[in-house]
Structure formats: structure tokens, C-alpha cells
């Protein structure tokens, strides 16, 4: 079997002053968290902030209808990113543990969800 992955390029926002091979080096750490994603990414964005106290990296993902929100924060725009890396890569491991605690997937039949429709 052959698996498809998805690509996903993330939205970039910049606040302050910050340097093109800095954006280009936290899209290229938020595409390789993604491979970690337990289901399809349905929207990626990435804001990297300067003018916060520290250089701050937040990055905002919809894996399948669950959002997730990191940050990280480092006395360089770099660290900030590998901070920001960590932390989303294991939230997505997270979710991939707990699937329970993902979005409602509805059942087909009348519109019940999964945990509903097992209670019969």
C-alpha cells in the first residue's frame, strides 16, 4: 500500500521586522511536524512576532476538524521556531493517542456520532 501525503503550504503572518530565511525556516520546521499528523491538514498558518517581548513563533493547524495552537518564544527568531517545532509535533502525537478527544466524527447513518451510535 501506498500512503498519500498530504502538502500543505502554511499561511505566513510577519509582525515587525523579521528576515526571509527566517520565515522560510519556520514554514520548512511547521511542514515537518505535519508528517506527524494523525489525519488530514485542512489549514496551516505560521506568525512569526518580533516586536512581542522575545522573538515569538505561534502556528495554528486544523488536522481533521481538531484546531491546534503552539508558541514558542527564544532570544532568537531560530529558537523561537525549534521551540514552536517541539511543541506542535507532540500535540500531534497527542492527538494521535487520544483520538477521543478530536472532533466528533458523525456516523453516515442518522447523523449519530461514532460514541452514539456503539451505545445501541
Same mark, same amino acid.
Request: hydrophobic fraction near 35%.
Given at each position: &500500500?501506498?500512503? &498519500? ?12 521586522? =523579521? ?26 498558518? =505560521? ?29 532568537? &527568531? ?43
Amino acid at each position: &500500500m501506498t500512503r &498519500m501525503d498530504q502538502v500543505i503550504d502554511p499561511q505566513v503572518h510577519l509582525h515587525g521586522t =523579521v528576515a526571509p530565511e527566517a520565515a522560510a525556516y519556520a514554514v520548512q520546521k511547521v511542514a515537518a511536524a505535519l508528517r506527524h499528523a494523525p489525519g488530514p491538514v485542512l489549514r496551516a498558518s =505560521v506568525t512569526l512576532d518580533t516586536t512581542a517581548p522575545g522573538d515569538r513563533v505561534d502556528a495554528h493547524v486544523d488536522v481533521n476538524g481538531a484546531g491546534v495552537h503552539v508558541h514558542g518564544i527564544g532570544s532568537t &527568531m531560530q529558537e523561537a521556531t525549534d521551540v514552536m517545532q517541539e511543541r506542535l509535533r507532540s500535540r500531534l502525537h497527542h492527538l494521535r493517542r487520544r483520538p477521543q478527544q478530536g472532533p466528533q466524527i458523525l456516523s453516515p447513518e442518522r447523523g449519530r456520532t461514532h460514541d452514539s451510535a456503539r451505545a445501541d
